[in-house]
């Protein structure tokens, strides 16, 4: 309710704005697409992203030169699984605003979807030191999921230990790591890494599996069954839950 009361409001802004004179001035357009922009941010907090779009279009046009605009954008096609045009917005971003560090984080999280894997290490590497940056967690754990799937397991591992290392609680930085000590035959550690995200995290249906497949990876049947149970109680329908049930019909 509080979201439509916004964008009603928003909209009445915008409505006086276009009737206060038939040929805008450059700051009228820029107040104008402003207004697009909080409308299309209040729609994606609503879960819309394709009425959002059309407001972010619509305040790209009148406003081509506003890197946040370009940023929201960004954020939205990423929503809508575009990630190509993701990717594009928050290029532009950067090049209008280059040390615009939240649009340099999304533009590699853009690029981790695509699986450019160096073009997102390039990305990363650009604000892990950046002392102003409030959550460097992200960009470390991401630069870890990077190298991961370049399987470059001890570069991965350095990258998640150093997110953990500012944020211990870190759920996706855990699991990271926790797959990455297991493709490293570090088998004890990965069941430590995924236990401890569990008892963070103890309704993720993904986290159950990976603990359970390194349960049975150490030959741990009994936890192992136990985990991927779990999996299936928590979503019975999901494709991951088929999955558990193969596999512990699959056990001894």
């Not at 407001?55 to 929503?79: F, I, K, R, S, W």
């Not at 397991?153 to 211990?168: G, V």
């Not at 990271?176 to 995924?194: N, P, V, W």
């Amino acid at each position: 309710m509080k979201q439509t009361q916004f964008i009603t409001a928003v909209l009445l802004v915008l409505a006086i704005l276009l009737a206060g004179c038939s040929g805008a001035s450059q700051y009228q357009r820029k107040e104008e697409a402003e207004a697009h922009r909080n409308i299309g941010e209040a729609y994606m907090r609503q879960g819309n992203y394709t009425a959002a779009l059309k407001e972010l279009l619509q305040a790209e046009t009148m406003n081509p030169q506003d890197p946040h605009t370009y940023n929201v954008l960004g954020l939205c096609y990423l929503m809508k699984r575009q990630y190509r045009e993701s990717a594009l917005a928050f290029e532009k971003a950067v090049d209008l605003k280059p040390d615009f560090a939240p649009a340099i984080n999304n533009l590699g999280t853009a690029y981790l979807a695509l699986q450019e894997w160096d073009s997102a290490i390039s990305a990363f590497q650009k604000i892990t030191n950046d002392l102003l940056y409030a959550t460097p967690h992200f960009p470390l754990s991401n630069l870890g999921m990077a190298y991961y799937n370049k399987r470059e397991y001890a570069t991965a591992k350095k990258y998640y230990s150093e997110a953990l290392a500012l944020q211990p609680d870190f759920v996706i930085a855990l699991r990271g790591l926790g797959r990455t000590q297991m493709a490293m035959g570090e088998t004890r550690s990965g069941i430590k890494t995924f236990e401890k995200a569990l008892a963070l995290d103890p309704g993720n249906a993904q986290l159950f599996m990976d603990a359970a497949n390194a349960y049975r990876n150490a030959g741990d049947n009994a936890n192992a069954r136990v985990a991927y149970q779990r999996v299936i109680d928590l979503d019975p329908e999901a494709a991951l839950a088929t999955e558990a049930k193969h596999a512990i019909s699959a056990l001894p």
